[in-house]
T-cell receptor, first 114, second 115 residues
Framework: GENVEQHPSTLSVQEGDSAVIKCTYSDSASNYFPWYKQELGKRPQLIIDIRSNVGEKKDQRIAVTLNKTAKHFSLHITETQPEDSAVYFCAASIPGSNTGKLIFGQGTTLQVKP | GAGVSQSPSNKVTEKGKDVELRCDPISGHTALYWYRQSLGQGLEFLIYFQGNSAPDKSGLPSDRFSAERTGGSVSTLTIQRTQQEDSAVYLC?????????????FGPGTRLTVL
């Protein structure tokens, strides 16, 4: 079945620096890759997603890139701010089901130091 | 508008007891998912409901876990004879339909502690 690996598990950056989180997936037929942000004690919220027919997508300070050949995708946050501190989860769709079922990575705890 | 709600927010129980966790999805959302989030881990898929179709139970870890969805809306996740390893945050999510690209909206979760 589909498996998603996420790295690093923790990431600490200085405010203003960039942060990159990487995920790899196992099933080349996966076609949807969302990223969720979970602030401490709060629910996960979708921040950006990408479909398999697109190589890159940007939304202000965040961007996601997808390399289908290598089966990996990455989240890029530029000009980090303290409010970016949270746990970030990547996910991949389970191919063939069209059920919206997702396999999540283990999460990355991002700390942005002021 | 109202988001996904879950109750209780916290549940402490003794090993061997049964527990019921409730999820109220966003009104009109036909797809509903349950996930388990253990400490320091990602979200583990448990079960999926789509409208009145038979649920996808492929993620349930044992036969002690079951879930139902009444009237295509509220869902209850039941864990029988709880074990300490069941301690986790149980998250519910809903989406407008079960299609691949539809955003899942999460509830606040129920933190279950089994003593």
């Amino acid at each position: 079945g589909e498996n998603v690996e996420q790295h690093p598990s923790t990431l600490s950056v200085q405010e203003g620096d960039s942060a990159v989180i990487k995920c790899t997936y196992s099933d080349s037929a996966s076609n949807y890759f969302p990223w969720y942000k979970q602030e401490l004690g709060k629910r996960p919220q979708l921040i950006i997603d990408i479909r398999s027919n697109v190589g890159e997508k940007k939304d202000q300070r965040i961007a996601v890139t997808l390399n289908k050949t290598a089966k990996h995708f990455s989240l890029h946050i530029t000009e980090t701010q303290p409010e970016d501190s949270a746990v970030y989860f990547c996910a991949a769709s389970i191919p063939g089901s069209n059920t919206g079922k997702l396999i999540f990575g283990q999460g990355t705890t991002l700390q942005v130091k002021p | 508008g109202a988001g996904v709600s879950q109750s209780p927010s916290n549940k402490v129980t003794e090993k061997g007891k049964d527990v019921e966790l409730r999820c109220d999805p966003i009104s009109g959302h036909t797809a509903l998912y349950w996930y388990r989030q253990s400490l320091g881990q990602g979200l583990e898929f448990l079960i999926y409901f789509q409208g009145n179709s038979a649920p996808d139970k492929s993620g349930l870890p044992s036969d002690r876990f079951s879930a139902e969805r009444t009237g295509g809306s509220v869902s209850t996740l039941t864990i029988q004879r709880t074990q300490q390893e069941d301690s986790a945050v149980y998250l519910c999510a809903s989406s407008s339909s079960g299609a691949t690209y539809n955003e899942q909206f999460f509830g606040p979760g129920t933190r279950l502690t089994v003593l």
